[in-house]
């Protein structure tokens, strides 16, 4: 925990919480994180072998974030994923080929990945009257997960987790999941919360458990491709996609969970 990474995640939790505040600059903050990773995500699809398509994935990225701040991608998403599965293997062909297959399969899952996934994050802020206080709460818990885990990984964690990410321990996961729960179960006092505790403790532990994953996921993704990072652009943090690889999955954890619980407007 150098001076400069501590001061490189406060400067990067102000701009996205401080974004929270307007739909629109949110959404230009996600497309910006989607388009970044997308581009580092290609770098290491490329060390395995190929790289994915850009031309056909970064207009799907876009349109998938885009879409979802006009609330037109439920109308438009089947043919926007119809659309980026065709171009995905026509542009495909351009290439050798060997490796046909796995550059439009690396494509499509590539904006599936970062940005069907990400999109949940603008569908959230969409939301009437309630956008900007959940998504907070989704950015703060998912927040939370990764300090929590690392925090009470280096001070007590002694086993390890999985081989795909050695310096993760089981004992910073499970502290990870308890600080996170307290933390969604402390929201529902707030005044304006109106929600009984233990819902708070459903979406703090499948949020927490979803963001691990997601973390664990580009772990192997980095594995894979036999790097440590995957790129350098946010001092003492690594790359976007280190950075912001719990929120792929952990949006769409907490975004369920206000759904079966049926807090969004969309789901009443």
């Known amino acids: 925990m150098t001076p400069r990474r501590i001061l490189v995640g406060v400067l990067l939790a102000v701009v996205g919480l401080g974004s929270v505040l307007?739909?629109?600059?949110?959404?230009?903050?996600?497309l910006i994180i989607a388009l970044s990773s997308l581009r580092e995500?290609?770098?290491?699809?490329?060390?395995?072998?190929?790289?994915?398509?850009?031309?056909?994935?970064?207009?799907?990225?876009?349109?998938?974030?885009?879409?979802?701040?006009?609330?037109?991608?439920?109308?438009?998403e089947e043919a926007l994923l119809a659309a980026t599965t065709v171009a995905a293997l026509a542009v495909s062909l351009l290439?050798?080929?060997?490796?046909?297959?796995?550059?439009?399969?690396?494509?499509?899952?590539?904006?599936?990945?970062?940005?069907?996934?990400?999109?949940?994050?603008?569908?959230?802020?969409?939301?009437?009257?309630?956008?900007?206080?959940?998504?907070?709460?989704?950015?703060?818990l998912i927040a939370m997960t990764d300090i929590s885990c690392m925090i009470v990984g280096t001070t007590i964690g002694r086993t390890?987790?999985?081989?795909?990410?050695?310096?993760?321990?089981?004992?910073?996961?499970?502290?990870?999941?308890?600080?996170?729960?307290l933390i969604g179960i402390a929201?529902?006092?707030?005044?304006?919360?109106?929600?009984?505790?233990?819902?708070?403790?459903?979406?703090?532990?499948?949020?927490?458990?979803?963001?691990?994953?997601?973390?664990?996921?580009?772990?192997?993704?980095?594995?894979?491709?036999?790097?440590k990072d995957t790129g350098t652009a946010l001092f003492g943090h690594g790359g976007w996609l280190d950075r912001f690889d719990s929120y792929t999955f952990g949006g769409v954890a907490f975004y369920g969970m206000l759904h079966v619980l049926r807090y969004l407007p969309s789901s009443l």
């Open 160 to 181: 390890p987790l999985t081989s795909i990410s050695p310096k993760k321990t089981a004992e910073g996961a499970i502290g990870g999941l308890l600080i996170v729960t």
């Open 187 to 227: 929201a529902t006092f707030l005044p304006f919360a109106r929600a009984p505790w233990w819902h708070g403790a459903l979406v703090g532990a499948v949020t927490s458990l979803a963001a691990q994953a997601g973390d664990l996921v580009e772990s192997a993704l980095k594995r894979d491709a036999a790097l």
């Open 41 to 76: 995500l290609a770098r290491l699809t490329s060390r395995t072998g190929q790289e994915l398509v850009l031309p056909v994935a970064v207009p799907a990225v876009a349109l998938y974030v885009v879409l979802a701040r006009l609330n037109l991608l439920h109308a438009w």
């Open 95 to 140: 290439g050798s080929r060997l490796g046909y297959l796995a550059r439009s399969a690396y494509t499509v899952l590539g904006v599936l990945y970062l940005g069907k996934l990400l999109s949940y994050f603008v569908t959230l802020r969409d939301e009437p009257h309630i956008g900007a206080y959940i998504t907070a709460l989704a950015i703060v």
């Open 22 to 30: 307007d739909a629109t600059a949110f959404a230009v903050i996600v």
